[in-house]
């Protein structure tokens, strides 16, 4: 992905010093474990939650409320992904460059993953945002409430797709609060460029595979 895109949109680092800085900035331990810096394993271990992590803010209506982290080098999927835990503060998490929805476009596209938007954005598609995950019940009002057309921008596969899904994926949870107009992004894109994004891929994948080259 483009580095500039990525610190323009607030890219960090949660190196090994992350925690010890924020203990000499005055925070305690408690403090950190509170607002999920740290998490506790069922050991009782300290767990610096987003060391060894690309990280984004997530904000809502224009204030920063957590850090999603994206792990560098990485193998286990299962922990490919983290956020800050807001078990301790009930202050549902933010998204992924929120702004877009105060932008002058009539349509956002969402997805679920932060890189899945940057890729959007890296192709110019600069109203992707990103939910990080489909139960946070706060953001899903409030794309309702907005007057633009909703994309859903979700995987090319069974999941992203709600085949065989138990419950109501992002698609149908957002048609289910009566948004303006809500559009499967994914489902158009693949009838129009079914050379280019093939069962099973997401929107990194297709960047990677294809659209950056075109840059």
Known sequence: LDPK????????????????????????????????FVGVSKSGSRIPVLE?????????KGKNN?????????????????????????????????????SQSPFVI???GVMDALSLMSAGYDQAIAIIGVDNALLIEELA?????????????ASGQGQGRKTPGLIDKLKAKGGKEVINFTEEFVRD???????GMDWSDWWQKYERYKR
């Open 66 to 102: 957590n850090f999603y982290g994206r792990i560098v080098g990485g193998t286990d999927k299962k922990n490919f992904h983290r956020k800050l835990t807001t078990e301790n503060t009930n202050v549902p998490h933010g998204a992924f460059n929120s702004a877009a929805l105060e």
């Open 5 to 36: 895109l990525a610190f323009r949109m607030g890219a960090g680092f949660g190196g090994p010093q992350l925690i010890k800085d924020l203990l000499d900035a005055g925070y305690s331990i408690e403090d950190l474990i509170f607002y999920g």
């Open 145 to 157: 409430r907005a007057e633009k057309v909703i994309k859903g921008a979700l995987d090319n596969d």
């Open 193 to 199: 460029h079914p050379e280019e994004f093939a069962w």
């Open 52 to 60: 060894n992590r690309v990280t984004f803010p997530l904000s809502f």
């Open 110 to 112: 969402v997805t679920e």
